[in-house]
């Protein structure tokens, strides 16, 4: 996975501490980014890049009611987490009472994944067995499922 910020070699300030309002854990999380002015260019390009970073300086502060929605906080805390920083993340488990998480590597997610979709393929598999003996059982009658549960195997080999 690939992010829109620019790269940093520095340690992200302020993800290593325990914050004590969910407001700051995201300003962390913004600093790792690259800060107010180069989050909010990616997640507003068509505002003036000032206007942009005061709005997100007016969403981080608790005392404005101008606030993220779901899929621009989603992709704070993913890019941030690219970064090292789970600021944001932490905040959350331990404010809701979750054990802390682990992030995982893309390579772990892919294989995740991978051995998902085989146990669905296996699944799908049986049903494909069970639809094709049924069809049989029925004398034949209904040739054209038993025709297309041929065709879902030959898909799965």
Same mark, same amino acid.
């Given at each position: ?88 993340? /932490? ?16 390579? /772990?997610?892919?294989? /995740? ?45």
């Amino acid at each position: 996975m690939t992010t829109d910020f620019p790269d940093t070699d520095w340690e992200p300030r302020g993800c290593m501490m325990a914050h004590d309002t969910f407001e700051e854990a995201l300003q962390a999380s913004v600093a790792a980014c690259g800060g107010n002015k180069a989050v909010a260019a990616k997640f507003w390009p068509a505002k003036d890049v000032y206007a942009a970073r005061d709005y997100l300086a007016a969403c981080l502060n608790p005392h404005r009611k101008e606030k993220l929605d779901l899929g621009e906080l989603l992709k704070l805390l993913r890019d941030a987490r690219l970064r090292g920083c789970h600021a944001g993340m /932490e905040f959350l488990t331990a404010h809701l009472s979750y054990a802390p998480t682990t992030p995982i590597t893309p390579a /772990e997610e892919h294989d /995740e994944l991978q051995r998902k979709m085989l146990q669905t393929a296996d699944r799908m598999q049986k049903l494909a067995d069970r639809m094709f003996d049924a069809a049989k059982r029925d004398g034949g009658a209904d040739h054209a499922a038993a025709v297309g549960i041929a065709q879902l195997r030959q898909l799965r080999a």
